[in-house]
């Protein structure tokens, strides 16, 4: 994972250095509501340019799922 991806999570979840982990789930962060998982869309659509197709959006259920769905995209998170 880029340092850019783990900064953007950071700060839409509003997580802490200590706090964060590229395991986390939707069932780890309080703040994950369905506000929080647009406003992570929106943010990954205009950071990396890309479309998020629907299925893509249901299928972001934790910090995996999201690395799954841009690199499907063709991202380089290396």
Do not use: C
């Amino acid at each position: 994972m880029t340092n850019e991806l783990e900064s953007f999570l950071k700060s839409t979840f509003d997580l802490s250095d200590s706090e964060f982990s590229d395991t986390l789930t939707v069932d780890d962060i309080a703040n994950w509501d369905s506000l929080k998982h647009m406003e992570l869309v929106t943010g990954l659509e205009r950071n990396y340019q890309v479309t998020l197709e629907m299925m893509d959006i249901v299928n972001m259920k934790s910090i995996p799922d999201i690395i799954k769905v841009l690199k499907d995209k063709n991202i380089n998170l290396e």
